[in-house]
């Protein structure tokens, strides 16, 4: 009891002044505290979203982009087979095509009827790649019963492996279209590491679809439309004719998420070359000349 009177009395001697300020004090600091709490948390959660755009990125260089590439390049050189007065890569010819005019098409309308509402009457580049892609997307004929597999310009080999990377392609594309509406850093992302160099894909890809939806009614990617990559390639249709006409992207323009793609690639292949030296330098030193069976004698 008399431990209890006397911490009354202590209390009671107090200032009230005193304590209401110790007490706003200590709740400024709570506040503060929580508020560096979410401060970082929030910092945090946008280092992981950067960082998941940026694998989503390298994914679609390394995993899909480069195989489209590289078969695309095949069949266009089969394509012009030695014609005069042709762009001579397909990054050119490109480059010099126009975005498909009148895309998005209004909700509802298939993309099968772009050829015949606005594809009636292209310009001549326009046309050129637009038949490129029908060569590797021959458009449906009731006369012909073979798949548009069989049809292609592509050999069935090229034809799988093109289309599996066209896929990824199209899909990232479609994706960057449709997050881009909802988020302002996300555009911003697009604009800084996408737009520069990645503009001229998006438009033969849209190309591309075009043909596709038009190489077989019951296609079951004939529907997929990929709004978001039209949408996309739509707001940078601004950039026809300003880009390099080389095959290679430009390396004045080259975007920190294509160097960080090109790290990665040369960190591979530098590992792989050192430990093939290791490999070569950990056996022993040849002391007898070199014979060659096949040299003649």
Known sequence: MEAVGAFREAIGSLDFMWVAASAGWLAGLAGGIAIAIQRRALTRLRTEIRAGWQDAFVTYQRAHYLPFAETLRVAYQRFIDGRPGVPLTWEQATHQARWP????LPPGTPLRDWRSRCGAALGRDDEFLLRFCEAIYPPAEPSNLQSHRARSIMTPEEFDVFHRARVGVADYFHQCGSRRARSAKFARFLEREVRVNHYYRIKIVAYLEIALSRARADFPEADRE??????????????????SEGDETDPLHTTTLERLASRRRSKTVKSATESAHERRGSASPRTTAWKCSIMPR
């Open 101 to 104: 005019r009148d895309t998005p």
């Open 226 to 243: 990929h709004e978001g990559l039209f949408r996309l390639g739509g707001t940078w249709r601004v950039d026809d004719g300003q880009a």
